[in-house]
């Protein structure tokens, strides 16, 4: 899974990636202070996995993943190359989901390149540049659909598809709002199209406004929220610059300090979480003395598909696949317990996936 952070320049990007990926790259007051892109890999917290690892004591003990792709900032005109836009839309063209980072806090020291705290300007202003972007996408498909039509009386469908994309994308809306059938979604899908990838807007707020105050009160915020709900997206409060900090605290550190505030879980980890949940991803185990393991699938991916994320030889040699949840092995203390219960449950080829299966493929190659 590979996320992209974009926003305009100086509203804190870079600074939540830093405290994801703990790369401390330059965060500075001036726009584009990030030029090219930062990637890093951030590991899912997951307290499941770290309760098997206790239970198994295994030689190695592999989280699930995301990537994170920090880019330089947008401006107006992006679209059409100004600032480092067409630079930054190459970018982010191939990631899974968005992150965008919107300006929540007043602070006369950090610059802002529209001049105010404006948080739906400044995602209008990303936004239409997405949608600028895509239109030109569009339009050099139209004119290549254009041509096969006349060899391929099939094709005419795809161009009455995009047609109706460019109208729509005209009129100033994002593509991942329009209706669209089964088959339609399927060829939309293919395209690489910004304005149809899942969103996450993180309000960014101050770090008195967030661990002192009450954020969710802010008209900021509700702002942002009313328009994420309108626009099949999401929203998370955040602290970029707390964020920052409580990563360079030592573990024990962090948690008197989250105590003291009555926190339950670092900002991070809900917008890992998120990130998660709107791509439709779960995450099954496997475990061992060798090696405790989390594998991210789709939700409603079947038993032989998941057995091939592991490899291509279980997949295609598959016998059965003996599982059970998180919450029965927990529940029994061991494997053992769980068989003696009748709890490890053996499942065919076309058993759905469950978020929490701890699975044993059993295979024949």
Known sequence: MKIGIIGLPNVGKST??????GQHISAENYPFCTIEP??????VPDYRLDYLFEMYRPKKYTPASVEFVDVAGLVRGASKGEGLGNKFLSNIREVDALLHVVRCFEQDDIVSVEGTV???????IIELELIFSDMDIIQRRIEKQEKLVK???????????LNRLKDWLSSGRNVREIELNKEDKVFVSQLPLLSNKPVIYAANFSIDDYFD????DNEYYKKIKNLAEKSASTVLIISAKGEEELSDMDIED???????LNFDEIGLNRLIRESYRIL????????GKDEVKAWTVKDGTIAQKAAGKIHSDIERGFIRAEVISFDNLKACNSMQNAKERGLVKSEGKDYVIKDGDIILFRFNV
């Open 16 to 21: 939540i990636f830093n405290a994801l990926a």
């Open 38 to 43: 930062n990637l890093g890999v951030v590991n």
């Open 151 to 161: 060899g391929d009386p099939g094709a005419s469908k795809d161009l009455l598809l």
């Open 254 to 260: 962090r948690k008197m300090f989250m105590s003291e």
């Open 118 to 124: 404006d948080p739906l300007r400044d995602i209008e």
């Open 280 to 287: 439709g991803l779960i995450s099954f185990m496997t475990v």
């Open 213 to 216: 105050g009450n954020p969710e």
